[in-house]
Every structure is written in C-alpha cells, then in structure tokens.
C-alpha cells in the first residue's frame, strides 16, 4: 500500500514537473516569435496613413491596415461602423511669422486644433493678452492672439466677440514637456467654431512673447483647410476561436485621439495588439497549442471610448460572457523608468487578473530583452478598460456586470505622476518605494512630435515588453 502510494506521488510530479516544462517551452517559443522590427513597421505605417481620426477618410484606411493585417495571420475579421458622431480633419495648414524677417522660421511643428474652421490665407498683426480681462476690442480687433495656454471656452468666445481672426497659444505652465514642439489642442466639438487656434512650441512662444514686450511688430499669416462632417468610425475584430462562447477581450484604440501623428499614443498599442494575434494564431495553428478553451477576441477601437461604448450597447446582452478585458494603451515610450505597469488594482475584480500579470511581471524581470522593472497601480482612468466598469456600464443604461478589466503601458500622461500604491499591492519588480508608484511620462504626449523618431523607435523594446506581457498572461488564462 505504502509503495502504491509513493508510486502515485511520483506520478503526479513527473506530470506536474512535464506540464511546467511544457508550459515554459510554448511561453519561450512565444517570446521567440516576437518580432520587433514588426512593431516598429507597423507603428511607422500606421502614422503614415495620417491622424486616423474615427470616421475620417485616415482613420478609415487605419481600420483597413489593420483589417487586412488579421486577413494576413488567418483570421476573418469584422469590420463594425459604429454609430454616426462629429468628425475632424485637418487636411493642411500653415502658421509663419512674416515680419520682422530675423524671425522667420521661429515656428516649427506647429499643430492645428482639432474643430478649428477653414480659412483663407491671410496675414494680421499680433498681439499677446494675459487673461479674458485683456480681451479689449481696440487692441485685438482683426488681429491674431498670442495667448500662454489654450484658451477656455469663455475666453475663446470673447476673442471671437472682440473681433480676432486668429488664436495662437503654447504651454507655459508645462516644464517637462512641448519645449520645442506643440501640444495638440481641441476646440469644442461642434460644426461652427468661427476662428482657428493654432498651438506652437514653448520655446516659440517665449521668443516671441518676449518680443512682444519690446514693443517689436509681429505681422504672421495663417491659413487653414479642415472637413468637418458626421462620420461612423470603423472598428476592428477579430476572434481566435475557443472551445465556449466565452471569450477575453484584448483591446487598442486605432485612432490617435489626440488628432497628432499619435506614434505612441495610440499607434504603439494597435501594433501590439496585432503582434499578440499573429504569434497565438500562429501557435495554435502549428498545434504548440490547442484550441482554447475560451475565444480570444482582438479589438481596435475606431475612435477611442466612443467606439467601446458602441461595442458595449450592441452587446448588452452578452457581456457576461466576457472573462476579462486587456486594454494596450501607449506602450511604446517612457522617459526616467524602465518599467511596464498594470493598472487597476485598486477595482475589486481586477484582482485575480492582475495578479497573474504580477507574477509574469516578477517571473521575468531583468531578464535578457525585458523590463527592469513592474508593478501594478491604481486606476487613473482616461482609456478604454474603464468603459467596461459597473459604474460605465450603469451610465450606458447596460447589466452592471463586474468585469475585470485592466490597461498595460509604459507611459502615461506628459508629467511624471506618483500615486499611492493601493494596500497589499508590493510588486517584488518594483525598485521604487513601496508605498507608491511612480507613473512614467512621455514629453511627446499628445503632440507634434508623437512621431517615431522620438518615441516608439527610441526604445522599442518596450513594445516588445508588452507583446510579451499579455501573450504569456493568455497562455497562463487559458490554456493552463
């Protein structure tokens, strides 16, 4: 009896030791198949199909890269039109300082707002004022506006009473960002908005604001051609069929929201996304794995929470059936950590999610072509995964289902951020304190230069770090 015994232990080990090796060597063999050079061609091919709006004429030919990048792995994608919603594009503009002549080319990388009208080539005086209360018609009637920070609503419709044909503004109070490139600004979203803002460097804007103040006369021209109409974006899904009509649902906005060149933010997530799809499809097509045992469904948003909306009312009736949303959302950037976080861990069923994303997170850290460092962190809202949560779904008039549902990134924000990290959440690949976590930053944030160059192929490593991340979390979810 006693032998029997011993013998079945041993068995249950041999199983439990060759069940391990097995599930190390199909993670390995992912990993192996992460291609970054991939990556980066997708993200450059992405920002060159232009701002990729939801529902404009880019943000449609997006949707078709990435629709007929799924045809390529083998799958057979949907692509969905969302509901109909105000659209922009800037199809071209210029802003120049036309005199003095010793300031001529000052301005570069200069950014159109996003709902700012059409308008003729024209040239006006310039003129700074500090607040609305400066706002005086005898100074700035048929002249441009130099303004220190993009101007509110009620200052931009007090501009527009007092007579400015013209709004040029920059970023003074932002110090770690926009130096020498311009914030992405949006005026309200409406068809109508009557004069145009353009958003230019720090830099720029201090020069000439310190012209300005030597009385010196700054004549610019301006002009600018934009479409403004109501569009449907275009979504994208594709499934990697499981053995139930359950299914985890991994996500990317393809639109670059902020209406930029969007490299990074989001053109780094989309990339991801399709990187993740092509390596499962291609392991359980080679038989490396079996047939899941729930779907895995891959999503790129047309317009960015707006398009999850959709997706969520025209399938209100299905959503428990979603085991957990992945939401890739600017993976490709960082300035001062080399770090991949997981947010959410502050929303109760997040919980068992995330904990599998720590662990891979500790599991791998400083490994060769890796992160230096992880952690999970508290929610900070702004993106796709929070769309899915009671109190979203509440307002959609949907079940309030309790869904896990979390974002992977590198970068966030264009300031660095530090936040409390939420109770019994101590990352052991985390080399910060740990009582808190310190959010990493990108300087192109929303900008100008959220091209390539400067972010996702400066480091793309990063991208790799979060292909990795979420493929070895879905081989652990489902196939263990």
Known sequence: MIFFRWLIVLLLFVI???????????????????????????????????????????GDNSSRY?????????????????????????????????????????????????????VKRDTAQL??????????????DSGIV?????????????????????????????SNAYSNWAMIYSLKERKDNPIPVFTISNIAGKRIRAELDKDTRIVMRFFARTKIKLAKPKTVIATLNGSTDEYYLVCAHGDS??????????????SGLLEIARNLKHL?????????????????????????????????????????????????????????????????????LLRVFEKIGEEYVDKYGFWKEATTNPAQGGTDSYIFL??????????????????????????????????GWISKAWKGHP????IDYSPYYHSSLDIPAFTTDKEPSRMVWAVNAVGISLIRLIWN
């Open 16 to 58: 439990v030791s060759f069940y391990a090796l097995s599930q190390s060597a199909v993670e390995k063999k992912y990993i192996s198949r992460v291609s970054q050079q991939r990556l980066q061609q997708n993200v450059r091919d992405l920002v060159k199909i232009g701002h990729r709006m939801g529902g404009t004429k880019s």
């Open 66 to 118: 990435v629709y007929n990048a799924f045809r390529t792995y083998g799958y057979k994608p949907d692509l969905i039109k969302d509901q109909e919603k105000l659209t922009f594009s800037a199809e071209r503009w210029s802003l120049q300082i036309e005199q003095p002549k010793r300031l001529r080319g000052l301005i570069q990388h200069e950014w159109l707002a996003n709902y700012s009208p059409s």
């Open 127 to 140: 003129v700074f004022i500090k607040s609305i209360k400066d706002a005086d018609k005898t100074l700035i």
């Open 146 to 174: 130099l303004l220190e920070n993009p101007p509110t609503e009620e200052l931009y419709e007090a501009l527009v009473e007092a007579g400015t044909r013209c709004i040029v503004c920059y970023v003074a109070s932002h």
């Open 257 to 270: 929201d902020s209406g930029g060149p969007g490299a990074d933010d989001n053109a780094s997530g989309v």
């Open 284 to 352: 359980v097509d080679n038989k490396t794995l079996p047939i899941p045992r729930c779907s895995i469904r891959f999503v790129a948003w047309g317009s960015e929470t707006f398009s999850t909306k959709n997706y969520i009312k025209k399938n209100e009736k299905e959503l428990n059936k979603i085991r957990g949303v992945i939401n890739i959302d600017e993976i490709g950037s960082g300035k001062t950590r080399s770090c991949i976080y997981f947010e959410g861990n502050d929303i109760p069923q997040n919980q068992d």
């Open 390 to 423: 009671p109190q979203s779904l509440d307002r959609l008039d949907v079940p309030e289902i309790k869904i896990p549902s979390i974002t992977v990134f590198t970068t966030a924000w264009n300031e660095p951020k530090a936040m409390q990290q939420t109770h």
């Open 435 to 438: 009582d808190s976590v310190n």
